[in-house]
């Protein structure tokens, strides 16, 4: 009797493990940032008329899905194609290469290669790397990106300029200017703005124009003031142009 106990509560031991297998939940293979590595978000800001989709790489290995202009990778934030998370990528620290490729038609396979550049990345700091304009006017601009939080009650801010054909920008909360004279592939310090109760306007301006003349874009959205996150507003398109595509856009980020 003992020896068909044993077999029988072996099998069962067995039946357990099996079943419990069989119902593991897999989440996808994920791998943990640690302090030797930087953090990458990629604006993708580039006009085209055509728009055309495109997917994004780094070190010459595929890392989005396919999008369009307007589009931070990963994460997005608002007034832009993307989603609404802060989400970074996590790379190695030394120089990156940073390619735009339009990928063979049901393939990850490059197509056309829009555009390679690269920068240098430091383990422990956070990048936004910025491309703009198009063919061979398109640029990479980088900035730094600081994690820490505003005070209870107030959100953070930097504007970056990503308009090609103005030389300098103007951002104005309201009726109240925030960042002023932004050159074409420059960003402002950082700035921060307290939660109001009712959003308000944001509105971009040529610098030297008055803060009643017709602003260049203008977007409004309670999302942009949350509580103690931090963001970057970034303008884009090209003052004139009046289509979805190439108009100029007030559009925000998120840091944290």
Request: net charge positive; hydrophobic share 35%; with cysteine.
């Amino acid at each position: 009797m003992k020896k068909i106990l044993g077999i029988t509560i072996l099998g069962f031991i067995l039946l357990t493990f099996q079943f419990c297998k069989k119902n593991e939940i897999t989440y996808g293979d994920f791998s943990i940032v640690t302090p030797e590595q930087g953090l990458l978000k990629i604006n993708y800001a580039s006009s085209y008329t055509a728009n055309p989709g495109i997917h994004l790489e780094v070190n010459n290995k595929r890392v989005s899905n396919i999008i369009t202009g307007r589009t931070p990778f990963p994460g997005g934030g608002y007034n832009t194609l993307g989603d609404s998370r802060p989400d970074y990528l996590a790379v190695s620290p030394g120089n990156t290469s940073i390619t735009v490729a339009v990928p063979n038609k049901g393939t990850n396979t490059d197509s056309v290669v829009l555009f390679t550049g690269t920068t240098t990345i430091e383990a422990g700091k956070n990048y936004t790397a910025h491309i703009t304009d198009t063919a061979n006017k398109t640029k990479l601009f980088v900035t730094v990106d600081e994690f820490s939080l505003p005070d209870s009650g107030f959100a953070k801010f930097k504007f970056v300029n990503l308009m090609p054909n103005v030389t300098a920008l103007d951002l104005y909360y309201g009726a109240t200017k925030v960042a002023s004279n932004i050159q074409y592939l420059a960003a402002s310090d950082y700035f921060t703005i307290a939660v109001p109760s009712t959003a308000l306007a944001w509105t971009i301006r040529e610098t030297g124009t008055m803060p009643t003349s017709t602003a260049l874009a203008t977007y409004s959205s309670a999302s942009t003031t949350s509580n103690q996150r931090v963001y970057t507003a970034f303008a884009l398109g090209y003052k004139g142009l009046t289509d979805a595509v190439r108009k100029p856009y007030i559009s925000f980020l998120l840091n944290r």
